[in-house]
């Protein structure tokens, strides 16, 4: 079945960089824009950006250019998002999350990985 | 930005009863592409309704949605104990991808 695995917690000092991955299994992993979102404690969910596995092609919410980059190997199915710069305010849950039809770009979330948290502190 | 306000806050409701939860877009969502997801505590979100009315595979019809333009609604029509979480609207078809503060649904 369809699944995304993410990678374990994380604890990292302020100015730090957290990659975190996201591992697809159960479907054509080139075929399906790739999300990520992130919920600081107790708060809502915020969008950070996206890529296409197949080309490669990325695209970040305004907030997260120059310090968020996403990354795709298809040769292992996995996507990676790297944050560099790290704030106290990044301490958050990273979720990947799939689109739901091939290529489709205006799609809904319809698969998500479990979550990894990450804390920001000194 | 569309930016989406949703309300109320918080829902207090029994089972069985019916729940409406709102969601109104800052401009017009294009396409109704506007999608639905539900919370539970310590869980990854997951999908219920896409398409402003298209549910998501294994949802109980007992979850509707509705709307086009601003303004959007998710209906629960007999709560059940597992539905009690907190819900977030999304519109996905312009750069960024914005949701909801979310609706809390709790027990009354």
């Known amino acids: 079945q369809v699944q995304l695995v993410q990678s374990g917690a994380e604890v990292k000092k302020p100015g730090a960089s957290v990659k975190v991955s996201c591992k697809a299994s159960?479907?054509?992993?080139?075929?399906?824009?790739m999300h990520w979102v992130r919920q600081a404690p107790g708060q809502g969910l915020e969008w950070m950006g996206w890529?296409?596995?197949?080309?490669?092609?990325?695209n970040y919410a305004q907030k997260f250019q120059g310090r968020v980059t996403v990354t795709g190997d298809t040769s292992i199915t996995t996507t990676y998002m790297d944050v560099s710069g790290l704030r106290f305010d990044d301490t958050a849950v990273y979720y990947c999350?799939?689109?739901?039809?091939?290529?489709?770009?205006?799609?809904?979330?319809?698969?998500w990985g479990q979550g990894t948290p990450v804390t920001v502190s000194s | 930005e569309i930016v989406l306000t949703q309300s109320p806050g918080t829902l207090s409701l029994s089972p069985g009863e019916r729940a409406t939860l709102s969601c109104r877009a800052s401009?017009?969502?294009?396409?109704?592409?506007l999608a639905w997801y539900q919370q539970k505590p310590g869980q990854a979100p997951s999908l219920v309704i896409y398409?402003?009315?298209s549910r998501a595979t294994g949802i109980p019809d007992r979850f509707s949605g509705s709307g086009s333009g601003t303004d959007f609604t998710l209906t629960i029509s007999r709560l059940e104990p597992e539905d009690f979480a907190v819900y977030y609207c999304?519109?996905?078809?312009?750069?960024?991808?914005?949701f909801g503060q979310g609706t809390k649904l709790e027990i009354k």
């Open positions: 999350a799939r689109a739901g039809s091939v290529l489709g770009l205006s799609d809904a979330f319809h698969m």
């Open positions: 159960g479907y054509t992993f080139s075929d399906y824009y």
């Open positions: 890529i296409n596995p197949n080309s490669g092609d990325t």
């Open positions: 401009q017009s969502v294009p396409n109704r592409n």
């Open positions: 398409g402003a009315s």
């Open positions: 999304q519109q996905y078809e312009t750069s960024p991808r914005t």
